[in-house]
Nanobody, 119 residues
Framework: QVQLVESGGGLVQAGGSLRLSCAASGRIFNINFIRWYRQAPGKERGLVATITMSGSTDYADSVKGRFTISRDNAKNTVYLQMNSLKPEDTADYYC?????????????WGQGTQVTVSS
């Protein structure tokens, strides 16, 4: 089992920044990737950013150039630095981890952290 705990959400004005954290614990040696998803009210959950254990990163087009995903292996923590925030970034942000992308049953989720961007 892997436990994921997100933190860092809050209320920020448009143009501001927030840094989300995802702290992983448990059998993390089985993890090959960690991703950030978000879900706005009334919308489906969507992928925001991915980082693999080899360090590769990928981003949704809507956040490229504004968000940066990174990791601190010593702290078993993945971060999502969010700059130039827009009201449309308002959502619950979730951390997701797993070994294989297609093995959805074998993946883990955090409880989420809320981000609100005011205009």
């Amino acid at each position: 089992q892997v436990q994921l705990v997100e933190s860092g959400g809050g209320l920020v004005q448009a143009g501001g920044s927030l840094r989300l954290s995802c702290a992983a614990s448990g059998r993390i040696f089985n993890i090959n990737f960690i991703r950030w998803y978000r879900q706005a009210p009334g919308k489906e959950r969507g992928l925001v950013a991915t980082i693999t254990m080899s360090g590769s990163t990928d981003y949704a087009d809507s956040v490229k150039g504004r968000f940066t995903i990174s990791r601190d292996n010593a702290k078993n923590t993945v971060y999502l630095q969010m700059n130039s925030l827009k009201p449309e970034d308002t959502a619950d942000y979730y951390c997701n981890a797993g070994r294989y992308y297609l093995d959805t049953d074998g993946q883990y989720w955090g409880q989420g952290t809320q981000v609100t961007v005011s205009s």
